[in-house]
């Protein structure tokens, strides 16, 4: 008779939870119980690590085996507990040494010849473990990479089951990773110099890179909204070491990191179909979500080309989260919570038949107020910026002034961007659209005739508080761009104009 002790983590969202793995071998009916609210694949775990036990030339007990995971309240899933549950019953038996399962958390899936697979997660994981005073970890090789970014743990890589009870033995029979830095990539991606013409459009594309701001493109088709579009990402800085660890730890969840790319150091793009479901686009799944588009776009750009084609209510889900930067999504299993700060970028067509020329539409006033009414009020009330793309005039010559680069007009938005951040840094704000409205109106307040335009726009009720609160970060935004040390009335009359909607 014996027991022992071993660690995992249960994931809820990117929240980890450690997770005490009991193995209690005694007397008793020969037979594997499993405890603590497993998922049907937890469940099923018990004949995976049976049979990666006695195909790593070792012996399963032959007398009753209890497993009990703690806390035995909370809903637990997937098949990252197998490695932790088949060294507890190995140690429980006596067949391996429980020393070093001391402060030590497994994670990996067993196959049923012993090799330890690579699993989700283990970003997030690990920093739970760290968080909960574990020192030491032991990961599948393929996840070394990723989990090498978590500092100030013992990290071990490993193949298979029997590498991990040689070195349970005291062998030294695992993989010991090189130590990892982080490195800020800056972004990466095509040229704002190949945008023809739409010089209002690149200007609110600038604007929208410096402040943070979410930005809505309308006109006809090929006129270069998606290329814009595109475009953002390059003109955004690194992320870093928090943001970038903060990226990473969702794309673990989604399992969309590779032993190439363990780090996520670039602002993500995410471009999701039309056709894509509501769960697909903020999270969902049975049991507990999994993360969605607009987590995997967190801090980054999410680009939804055709918006109008989404459907009201997928776009009406994205309200909540633009509001808050995070998505919550509460499952039978319990609730997940997720990170989903992103730029939202919508291009959409000005009616549905969509002509090269606007007098050339066949839509009735009556379809095209309906198309445009999928983009209801309170959701355009949120995108800070409203621009409508022009037709271009001639393939060569259509600018007088040659377009200026990524480089260019990157290194204007990088200042724009510092003199906010040393203006807001003492309240953890580094963009003006994270600022509150409160306290742009008390603690920062612009003199009257600056704000008159405002002021006449609330009383004609042509602008909610919301708007003239996000009228207000913009021309902060607009005031640092051209290096003034507080918005001028110029800059709040273009914010103005910039929230006009237009089509």
Known sequence: MGLSRAWSVALYGVDGVPVEIEADVGVGTVRTQLLGLPDAALHESKDRVKAAVRNSDRSWPTQRVTLGLSPATLPKGGSSYDLALACAVLAAAGSVSSERLVGTVLLGELALDGRVRAVRGVLPALLAARRAGLTRAV???????????????????????????M?????????????????????SGPELADVMGQPEARWALEVAAAGGHHLLLSGPPGTGKTMLA????????????????????????????TPDMPLVSAPPFVSPHHSTS????????????R??????????????????????SKLEALRTVLEEGEIRLARRDGMARYPARFQLVLATNPCPCAPPKEVDCLCTSTARRRYQAKLSGPLLDRVDLRVKTRPLIAMNGAEVVEPESTAVVRARVQRARERAMRRWSEHGWRTNAQVPGPVLRKEHVLPRSTTALLDRALATGALTGRGADRCLRVAWTLADLADSPEPAAEHVATALEFRERRS
Not at 139 to 148: D, F, G, K, R, S
Not at 153 to 162: C, N
């Open 167 to 187: 070195w349970l033995d005291g062998g030294t029979s695992l993989v010991v990773p090189s130590s990892g830095a982080f490195v800020a990539m800056p972004p």
């Open 278 to 289: 509501t769960a697909a686009l903020i999270g969902g799944g049975t049991g507990l979500p």
């Open 139 to 165: 990961v599948p090789v393929e996840c070394l990479p990723e989990a090498t970014l978590v500092e100030e743990i013992e990290l071990f890589g490993a193949e298979t089951l029997v590498d991990v009870i």
């Open 291 to 312: 993360p969605g588009a607009v987590s995997r776009a967190h801090c980054g750009v999410l680009f939804l080309d055709e918006a109008c084609e989404f459907g009201q």
């Open 230 to 257: 595109h475009r953002l990402t390059s003109l955004l800085p690194p992320l870093t070491v928090e943001d970038a660890l903060g990226v990473t730890a969702v794309h673990s969840v989604a399992g969309l990191l």
